[in-house]
T-cell receptor, first 116, second 114 residues
Framework: GAVVSQHPSRVICKSGTSVKIECRSL??????MFWYRQFPKQSLMLMAT?????????EQGVEKDKFLINHASLTLSTLTVTSAHPEDSSFYIC????????????FGEGSRLTVL | DAKTTQPPSMDCAEGRAANLPCNHS???????VYWYRQIHSQGPQYIIH???NNETNEMASLIITEDRKSSTLILPHATLRDTAVYYC???????????????FGKGTLLTVNP
């Protein structure tokens, strides 16, 4: 299957700092990527849809100024958690569509953020 | 909002077939059924998808009822590594549709026992 890579896989930061997470499609181009957040023992919650060359579309309740998304190329989307707080600690996962006739999505390995 | 209903948990003996059901009674004509699974602390893994015909690949088989209101994912010979949360999702496959996003419900925790 297609490969989507996230970096870093784990990050620990101090409260008030910003953290950037990268999502790359390694062997295909993705015009659309999705960012999810997952708290322990809960399902994935869609945060935003990232479109190459345009502004991201955020889900209701997700602060666009806090979770900055940039989709600068067809193989890279970044999520920046600004002024992180302990409640932002979570598992962040991206996905990308390979395109084609049936549009299955492929997911990265996830990035675990811990804010102290 | 998730448009599917799955049992919260199931158990299966190692080596036996695991049959995971999913109800999607409000599925639209242009929506596909996708199955993903998530092993603890990893990103979801694509398994299989289908529109109306039964599908099979190296991982699993997907059986979709004729009225498309439900489906069953079949793992023919479950192993311990198949223990995971399995998600059934319906969506349109291309951007521009009102349901292009992949929205996860709570899924089914499948536990494969030795």
């Amino acid at each position: 299957g297609a490969v989507v890579s996230q970096h870093p896989s784990r990050v620990i930061c101090k409260s008030g700092t910003s953290v950037k997470i990268e999502c790359r499609s390694l062997d295909f181009q993705a015009t659309t990527m999705f960012w999810y957040r997952q708290f322990p023992k809960q399902s994935l919650m869609l945060m935003a849809t990232s479109n190459e060359g345009s502004k991201a579309t955020y889900e209701q309740g997700v602060e666009k100024d806090k979770f900055l998304i940039n989709h600068a190329s067809l193989t890279l989307s970044t999520l920046t958690v600004t002024s992180a707080h302990p409640e932002d600690s979570s598992f962040y996962i991206c996905s990308a569509s390979k395109g084609g006739s049936t549009g299955e999505l492929f997911f990265g390995e996830g990035s675990r953020l811990t804010v102290l | 909002d998730a448009k599917t209903t799955q049992p919260p948990s199931m158990d299966c003996a190692e080596g036996r077939a695991a049959n995971l059901p999913c109800n999607h009674s409000t599925i639209s004509g242009n929506e596909y059924v996708y199955w993903y699974r998530q092993i603890h602390s990893q990103g979801p893994q694509y398994i299989i998808h289908g529109l109306k015909n039964n599908e099979t690949n190296e991982m699993a088989s997907l059986i979709i009822t004729e009225d498309r209101k439900s489906s069953t994912l079949i793992l023919p010979h479950a192993t311990l590594r198949d223990t995971a949360v399995y998600y059934c999702i319906v969506r349109v496959p291309h951007s521009g549709g009102s349901n292009y996003k992949l929205t996860f419900g709570k899924g089914t925790l499948l536990t494969v026992n030795p």
